[in-house]
């Protein structure tokens, strides 16, 4: 589960990217930009909790 979601991340990532390559306006550029850093930190937020649960669970 965790390589799936750091895969999404980079994904993410990767695609904002090239969006930015393309030459948006820039209104379009930040709320894009926005979307895809709040999806960034609850991914990651999700890592978190599924280390620390899984760190609890073998101890």
Sequence with gaps: MMREI???ITAA????RRFVASG???ETR???GNAVRFLTADL???LDLLTAT????RS
């Design 54 to 57: 899984q760190t609890r669970a």
């Design 6 to 8: 750091e895969a999404i």
């Design 44 to 46: 990651t937020s999700v």
């Design 30 to 32: 930040t709320a894009v």
């Design 24 to 26: 948006p306006d820039r």
């Design 13 to 16: 990532q990767a695609e904002y």
